[in-house]
């Protein structure tokens, strides 16, 4: 049998059901059994682990293995895992599936079933899951992440943001006044967060947040400004098509100050006169 790596929950999941796959490879004479327990390795079942250590999933028959093609999806309380006990998984104060705890915690998912044997016979011998799926259960927020620079766009802008190793997602809120406006959520494995729908020459604050896979969200990182502008904007996307610098104010350097907008507005203008 088979399992992806590793799965992380958090207290967004609390009183909601998470899903993970399974597959199996072969054919078993006897039902799946599978269960969630804090011990350090997987035994032949639930009963098997430390008292106290397991929360049993219901298992998977062979009429279900026969039908599914020998695969399917599968879900469990993240309330009922078993780290939430009324004593505590310390022996102390009891935890419970919250925020108010910061708690990061891993468990596995384990699977057993029984094999055919030479003869044909369903065997005594227990067939374990090669990979145990791995679960956290995390409340520790990630850290914060970073606001690296800020380019104004047309009604937009374009915020590079550097993440912590722990997170999966950045969030940069964009606001006027104090007030939230809008906001935008990327994977980290974006160059950067487009937040979009803002009023042009209009100076908007920003701030990022780090997401971890748990949904755990960071603190805010210090605010930065960006002020959305339909010429610079439009200059920007000009040179991410892979434009280059033309015009008579064009320099090997770059372009400073009111060179931006003299080579700029040239460009514009013979656009609009071959169009």
């Not at 350090?40 to 298992?59: K, M, V």
């Not at 950067?192 to 209009?202: F, G, I, P, S």
Request: net charge negative.
């Amino acid at each position: 049998m088979a399992n992806t790596d590793a799965m992380s929950v958090g207290p967004n999941s609390c009183g909601q059901t998470s899903a993970f796959n399974w597959q199996v490879v072969g054919s078993p004479c006897a039902e799946i059994a599978m269960w969630i327990t804090t011990d350090s390795d997987c035994r032949d079942s639930a009963s098997a682990q430390t008292a106290g250590s397991f929360y049993s999933l219901p298992s998977i028959s062979l009429n279900d293995i026969r039908t599914s093609g020998s695969s399917g999806t599968k879900t469990f309380e993240v309330s009922r895992l078993p780290i939430f006990t009324s004593s505590g998984s310390d022996g102390g104060t009891a935890v419970t599936c919250s925020a108010d705890v910061e708690i990061e915690s891993t468990m596995r998912l384990c699977a057993s079933t029984k094999s055919y044997d030479f003869y044909g016979q369903c065997s005594s011998t227990v067939v374990k899951a090669t990979a145990p799926l791995e679960i956290s259960y995390d409340t520790k927020r990630p850290g914060a992440p970073t606001i690296e620079s800020v380019a104004a766009l047309d009604k937009a802008l374009k915020v590079t943001v550097d993440a912590p190793d722990d997170a999966v997602q950045v969030k940069v809120v964009a606001m006027l006044e104090g007030a939230q406006v809008t906001s935008k959520t990327e994977g980290v494995d974006r160059d950067a967060v487009t937040v979009e729908n803002l009023v042009n020459d209009k100076t908007y604050q920003l701030e990022a947040y780090s997401i971890d896979g748990a949904g755990n969200v960071s603190l805010a990182f210090a605010t930065a400004e960006g002020t959305p502008n339909r010429t610079l904007g439009f200059y920007e996307k000009y040179r991410e098509a892979g434009g280059e610098e033309m015009g008579c104010g064009a320099t090997g350097g770059g372009f400073a100050g009111g060179a931006i907008l003299a080579a700029l507005g040239f460009w514009l203008f013979s656009r609009r006169n071959r169009s």
